[in-house]
């Protein structure tokens, strides 16, 4: 069945029953949002030549231009639902708050977007591809000038999914494949709609349609293989698993960033290997936000990059394996209790994973300032 004829009647019932497709329409707070709000990426989120800054100095930035890019990707998601022209030029500030955080502290944006509630998805998964790609694009040493578009790109690469019904994208069962072949139709009606606006850079456009190209042909919507995907492309698909497999996702349990890079690691015939090595440095050992196993058979978060030792990030242990009691809040120092290894929050069962590691990072968040 081909995606780019999709609408057969067959499926009208999956979008007639959709609220998208009702005569209410939007939400007025929703679509007015934007223009309403003063936008929070001033001169300081945009300052791109500002020094680096501790995890916890560029969070709170982090966390403004997350706050102005979900009202911006709300209102540009709610345009493509409803067939209006998308306003691109209000984006363009957002790419280069972004790209600004990401040169002040590569992680702040990321950790902030892990704590995204589970009907943000679609949202704050655009803003972290984003940012994953202008921060992979400086590790491939591309050229700064295209840093911009790259991460454009990375912003609208799933605007096509404003035509899936959520049903479906939420669905925590597995598809049919009247359902597959139609979410899988997001990358070409997304491209369909970037080029009847103004004017995108070419990566924007290549990535939009071919982000789920696989090396070996297995991909979509084109089947393209190998060196006929473009870098760009290559650097999505990896960008975009990653952080669709890491999240909190209603249907699925949340994988650890170690089990995301060992399943992609594990397919060089999909995944193109030399991208996917200086992608796997740039996530770090020891993520921000990531669950770990102590030598005292505890399981910690991780609060923060470490200042010298990879192997040893300052953490919080949350839950004590042998007594199956959960622990009070208390940051340990690095290298207290040494690291063992990467945990999946779904092998333990951890109630709202997802709520509790925004506490603990939000509570020690605060206690680093009140001592800086």
């Given at each position: 069945m081909d995606a780019r004829n999709i609408f057969s009647p067959s499926l009208d019932g999956l979008l007639g029953g959709d609220w998208?497709?009702?005569?209410?329409?939007?939400?007025?707070?929703?679509?007015?949002?934007?223009?309403?709000?003063?936008?929070?990426?001033?001169?300081?989120?945009?300052?791109?030549?500002?020094r680096r800054a501790s995890f916890?100095?560029?969070?709170?930035?982090?966390?403004?231009?997350v706050s102005e890019a979900k009202l911006r990707l709300t209102a540009t998601f709610e345009d493509a639902r409803f067939g209006h022209a998308l306003k691109v030029d209000q984006l363009w500030p957002l790419v280069s708050g972004i790209n600004a955080s990401i040169e002040r502290h590569p992680a702040a944006i990321m950790g902030v977007t892990r704590l995204r509630d589970r009907h943000e998805y679609s949202y704050l998964h655009s803003v972290a591809v984003c940012g994953l790609m202008i921060d992979l694009a400086r590790r491939l040493r591309i050229d700064p000038t295209l840093h911009h578009d790259i991460g454009l790109a990375g912003l609208l690469h799933d605007i096509g999914k404003s035509r899936v019904p959520t049903m479906l994208l939420d669905k925590p069962s597995?598809?049919?494949?009247?359902?597959?072949?139609?979410?899988?139709?997001?990358?070409?009606?997304g491209y369909?709609?970037?080029?009847?606006?103004e004017k995108l850079p070419e990566i924007v456009l290549d990535v939009c349609l071919h982000h789920h190209e696989r090396l070996d042909g297995s991909g979509y919507p084109d089947?393209?293989?190998?060196?006929?995907i473009s870098i760009y492309a290559r650097m999505a698909a990896i960008c975009d698993v990653y952080d669709a497999v890491t999240s909190v996702r209603v249907y699925k349990r949340t994988w650890s960033p170690a089990?995301?890079?060992?399943?992609?690691?594990?397919?060089p015939s999909e995944?193109?290997?030399?991208?996917?090595?200086?992608?796997?440095?740039?996530?770090?050992v020891f993520p921000v936000g990531s669950l770990v196993r102590l030598q005292s058979n505890r399981l910690a978060i991780v609060l923060d990059d470490p200042e010298g030792d990879p192997m040893a990030p300052p953490v919080c242990p949350?839950?004590?394996?042998?007594s199956r009691q959960m622990l009070p809040a208390k940051r340990l120092q690095p290298g207290l209790d040494p690291i063992l290894g990467l945990e999946s929050p779904g092998r333990w069962s951890l109630p709202d994973w997802g709520e509790l590691r925004a506490a603990r990072l939000a509570q020690f968040d605060l206690t680093d300032q009140a001592h800086a």
């Open positions: 998208r497709q009702s005569g209410a329409g939007p939400a007025p707070a929703t679509a007015a949002a934007p223009a309403a709000r003063k936008s929070t990426l001033g001169p300081a989120a945009l300052h791109v030549g500002a916890a100095q560029e969070r709170n930035r982090a966390r403004e231009i597995a598809l049919t494949e009247d359902e597959r072949v139609l979410v899988s139709g997001h990358a070409q009606w369909e709609m970037l080029i009847q606006g089947h393209k293989k190998g060196e006929s089990e995301a890079l060992e399943w992609m690691v594990a397919r995944f193109d290997p030399a991208i996917l090595g200086p992608f796997s440095a740039m996530i770090g949350i839950f004590c394996i042998q």
